[in-house]
């Protein structure tokens, strides 16, 4: 025999297949995510980035601001793509702060 005997008048063999309590199943509710904020990307053309340098003056300018999630620049290409909450920062507030770092921003 295999197992353990709780009581003389039930017996355990090889082949029995051992059943379990159940208990009712209870519904649980899932924590509710906050809304997540709409995601734009933008490319914008840039002119006077010519070096590494450049693209991590423009990125680290761009990733400071709330709402921006992702900046990248790439200066052969001359473009700036940024991934940013649109009802956070729009495309202007992109703009200005190229601008302020010290670039041109193709309109």
Request: aromatic content about 2%; proline content about 6%; hydrophobic content about 30%.
């Amino acid at each position: 025999m295999i197992g353990c005997r709780e009581s003389s008048d039930v017996s355990y063999t090889e082949n029995t297949p051992v059943r379990y309590p159940t208990s009712p199943k209870t519904e649980r509710s899932l924590p509710s995510r906050p809304e997540t904020p709409a995601m734009k990307q933008t490319t914008l053309e840039v002119t006077g980035m010519a070096c590494d340098g450049c693209e991590a003056t423009v990125t680290d300018a761009l990733e400071a601001l709330e709402g921006v999630a992702s900046a990248t620049a790439d200066h052969e290409a001359g473009e700036v793509r940024v991934e940013h909450d649109e009802t956070t920062v729009d495309e202007i507030t992109v703009s200005g702060t190229i601008e302020d770092a010290g670039y041109d921003v193709a309109t």
